[in-house]
T-cell receptor
Framework: AQSVTQPDIHITVSEGASLELRCNYSYGATPYLFWYVQSPGQGLQLLLKYFSGDTLVQGIKGFEAEFKRSQSSFNLRKPSVHWSDAAEYFCAVAHLYNQGGKLIFGQGTELSVKP | DGGITQSPKYLFRKEGQNVTLSCEQNLNHDAMYWYRQDPGQGLRLIYYSQIVNDFQKGDIAEGYSVSREKKESFPLTVTSAQKNPTAFYLC?????????????FGPGTRLLVL
């Protein structure tokens, strides 16, 4: 069965520091990969997605992610974190054979930002 | 502004009671979804609908029911058969069911049991 793992439940970084959130997936073929962000008590917003082509994808709010097939990873990065980036981040995977284009989500990583 | 609205923001359920969560979208999307979110877990799919008058069970449909009588509306009923309903419920929509389609999420409804 497909699965998505986000190894870090909670990460704290200082404002202005760089950020990397990890995501690993298990699936044989190339999946469709997504990163979403959720502010407290809110819905999810799409940051970026990867379907094919260039393995480094740019998203909104200065985020980027890199697909590494050999490591089954799709880590999210940001060079300089802002206090407003504090939120929960979800990695998700889908593939052509998912029922109804279903997204499978990781457990989420909560990001705290220190002043 | 186009978007997805969910109401109410908070909902309280008594034992043995059915409650209905509202989801409305004005994005002209064909596909709509309901997810459940529990602390420390990702989102899990309850039901989804591709078109009006059609819907399919997701991974955790037991204790829930839906209807899709209008394109813009996809209400979720949490029945008394759902023994652990306390969770954050998120509605989403997309242009279609293809995996390439971005799902847009509403602000969510938090359901609590009295």
């Amino acid at each position: 069965a497909q699965s998505v793992t986000q190894p870090d439940i909670h990460i704290t970084v200082s404002e202005g520091a760089s950020l990397e959130l990890r995501c690993n997936y298990s699936y044989g073929a190339t999946p469709y990969l997504f990163w979403y962000v959720q502010s407290p008590g809110q819905g999810l917003q799409l940051l970026l997605k990867y379907f094919s082509g260039d393995t480094l994808v740019q998203g909104i709010k200065g985020f980027e992610a890199e697909f590494k097939r050999s490591q089954s990873s799709f880590n999210l990065r940001k060079p300089s974190v802002h206090w407003s980036d504090a939120a929960e981040y979800f990695c998700a995977v889908a593939h052509l054979y998912n029922q109804g284009g279903k997204l499978i989500f990781g457990q989420g990583t909560e990001l705290s930002v220190k002043p | 502004d186009g978007g997805i609205t969910q109401s109410p923001k908070y909902l309280f359920r008594k034992e043995g009671q059915n409650v209905t969560l509202s989801c409305e979208q004005n994005l002209n999307h064909d596909a709509m979804y309901w997810y459940r979110q529990d602390p420390g877990q990702g989102l899990r799919l309850i039901y989804y609908s591709q078109i009006v008058n059609d819907f399919q069970k997701g991974d955790i449909a037991e204790g829930y029911s839906v209807s899709r009588e209008k394109k813009e509306s996809f209400p979720l009923t949490v029945t008394s058969a759902q023994k652990n309903p306390t969770a954050f419920y998120l509605c989403a929509s997309s242009t279609g069911l293809a995996v390439q389609e971005t799902q847009y999420f509403g602000p969510g409804t938090r359901l609590l049991v009295l």
